[in-house]
């Protein structure tokens, strides 16, 4: 149980257009999602915590016009990075906390990453 | 905001030795921490975690430990196989405030034959 799934895993795109990247939780409602970045041989950077149906909440110093977070339903949250640029490459990774009875409060699950590559 | 320090930042040990990494936090709200292991170009998966009602855990050959007083919690893996070579991330989590993590630096740990 528990699992997370994030597409694509990885992504080419020229500097300047949009991609879009999807988080889902597969056998549970997620009701944060949240979304991080990590560049090489660095740590995990929360950049911002998105709960369903209500606006992301995103961490100091990261551009919410520049990165768009929709969390329409309990399964999916989507990141897009506009107008992205080579400084924007990276890898980007989601998790999912789950709610409701049986649930901790804690715990999160990471999906697999999505490596972003801007030429 | 909560700040996590985490050390050593590289660590190489023998086949069968222990290896054990600390980290520090900065916020007295913080009650939940946990470590993940990650291995390159993968996802961080979660192999032990401690809350704040207790002092140790343990699961078979890993063990965390938890001083609320100083701040600072503890990883330990004993009898250490070559398949325990990742980077080792601490992570702390306030109550409220959505729950989210804050991660250490990381630690790569290298298991040598």
């Known amino acids: 149980g528990a699992v997370v799934s994030q597409h694509p895993s990885r992504v080419i795109c020229k500097s300047g257009t949009s991609v879009k990247i999807e988080c889902r939780s597969l056998?549970?409602?997620?009701?944060?999602m949240f979304w991080y970045r990590q560049f090489p041989k660095q740590s995990l950077m929360l950049m911002a915590t998105?709960?369903?149906?209500?606006?992301?909440?995103?961490e100091q110093g990261v551009e919410k016009d520049k990165f768009l977070i929709n969390h329409a339903s309990l399964t999916l949250s989507t990141l897009t990075v506009t107008s992205a640029h080579p400084e924007d490459s990276s890898f980007y990774i989601c998790?999912?906390?789950?709610?409701?009875?049986?649930?901790?409060?804690?715990?999160?699950?990471f999906g697999p990453g999505t490596r972003l590559t801007v030429t | 905001g909560e700040n996590v320090e985490q050390h050593p930042s590289t660590l190489s040990v023998q086949e069968g030795d222990s290896a054990v990494i600390k980290c520090t936090y900065s916020?007295?709200?913080?009650?939940?921490f946990p470590w993940y292991k990650q291995e390159l170009g993968k996802r961080p998966q979660l192999i032990i975690d401690?809350?704040?009602?207790?002092g140790e855990k343990k699961d078979q050959r890993i063990a965390v430990t938890l001083n609320k007083t100083a701040k600072h919690f503890s990883l330990h893996i004993t009898e250490t196989q070559p398949e325990d070579s990742a980077v080792y991330f601490c992570?702390?989590?306030?109550?409220?405030?959505?729950?989210?993590?804050?991660f250490g630096t990381g630690t790569q740990l290298k298991v040598e034959l």
């Open positions: 916020d007295s709200a913080s009650n939940y």
């Open positions: 998105s709960n369903e149906g209500s606006k992301a909440t995103y």
């Open positions: 401690i809350r704040s009602n207790v």
């Open positions: 056998d549970f409602q997620a009701t944060t």
């Open positions: 998790s999912a906390r789950g709610g409701g009875a049986g649930w901790g409060t804690y715990e999160q699950y």
């Open positions: 992570a702390a989590s306030p109550s409220g405030g959505g729950n989210k993590l804050t």
